[in-house]
């Protein structure tokens, strides 16, 4: 992602400041979301790792929203790993650069997910793609650590926001289709291209 993974020049509440483009989706997990806020809640994002994912999470910088207000646009660094080291060894490690724009903001994004909802008949997906409002991507390459760590990043998210994965292959997916290929990719079954 070069330049765009920079999360260095923020604002006293821990917004990016300046622009934020979307990836190209096939280099990118991308979940689309009914919800229009960008507002990253830390606290419940680890509880939902924790309890479903056993997976330890953190962001940084820290994020915080006066008066309720969230900026357009913001970039983060999403930190994962196991819980504790005796840990499901589905859980990867890894810091990956995340992204969240308005879906109006990435025709390409949007028109790749239409298609693989198309080539799955709808199966729901549709009507979830239908709500989206809001994107959410993670780089496929992380900052540091396993290629896995963007997906499970983005299983969680989609799990929370109830929001469909655009995997960088142009598979939508749910969380137990993130799951399935977490499973086959810390179990050397799964390519990384795959993934």
């Known amino acids: 992602m070069g ?6 020049n923020v604002d006293q509440h821990g917004w990016v400041v300046g622009a934020v483009v979307p990836l190209p989706p096939e280099r990118a997990y991308s ?47 999403v930190r994962v790993g196991p819980l504790v080291e005796t840990a499901v060894a589905e859980v990867p490690r890894g ?15 949007r028109a790749q997910a239409e298609r693989g909802v198309a ?8 009507v979830l793609l239908a ?11 992380p900052l540091e650590g396993e290629p ?3 997906l499970l990043v983005a299983a969680l998210l989609a799990s929370l ?9 142009g598979a939508v997916l749910g969380v ?8 086959a990719l810390r179990s050397g079954y799964g390519a990384a291209g795959r993934c």
């Open 31 to 77: 979940v689309l979301v009914p919800e229009p806020s960008s507002a990253i809640d830390a606290v419940r994002w680890a509880a939902q790792a924790a309890r479903f994912f056993a997976a330890a999470l953190a962001v940084e910088p820290a994020k915080r929203y006066p008066a309720g207000g969230w900026p357009r646009v913001d970039r983060a660094a």
């Open 131 to 141: 709500r989206a409002t809001r994107l959410w991507q993670l780089d496929a390459v």
């Open 161 to 169: 926001a109830l929001g469909p994965v655009v995997a960088p292959d």
């Open 176 to 183: 137990k289709g993130c799951r399935g290929r977490l499973a």
């Open 3 to 8: 330049d765009e993974r920079e999360m260095t």
């Open 95 to 109: 810091v990956v650069a995340l992204a969240t724009l308005p879906l109006s903001d990435a025709p390409l994004v």
């Open 148 to 150: 896995g760590a963007a």
């Open 119 to 126: 080539a799955m008949g709808g199966a729901g997906f549709d």
